[in-house]
């Protein structure tokens, strides 16, 4: 794999993760945390794809790898709703 092609991942992770933080409603950081987001998003995504079955929507190919965008925002969406559950509940009130 290339640096661009890295670098071409990177941006559609970026965007994903972000995208699925602003469904979320939650933002946990800059553009380091998006890209940590849209590729965890991506995992949840392909998992939930294989796991129930469900059909391929906008697929990008990268490397020769495919990347599922739509999957990858909703696994993005998913996680961070989960994060800020987790980070929301484990805050006291003084």
């Not at 794999?1 to 990177?10: G, W």
């Not at 970026?14 to 945390?33: D, E, K, L, N």
């Amino acid at each position: 794999m290339s640096l661009i092609e890295i670098i071409l991942l990177l941006i559609i992770a970026a965007i994903c993760g972000g995208i699925g933080q602003s469904i979320a409603g939650y933002s946990f950081g800059g553009c380091i945390v998006s890209i940590v987001v849209g590729f965890i998003g991506a995992i949840i995504g392909q998992w939930l794809m294989s796991k129930f079955n469900l059909p391929e929507f906008f697929t990008l190919s990268v490397a020769g790898k495919d990347f599922h965008v739509v999957w990858a925002i909703i696994g993005a969406t998913i996680f961070s709703v989960l994060v800020g559950i987790i980070t929301r509940g484990s805050k006291k009130n003084n």
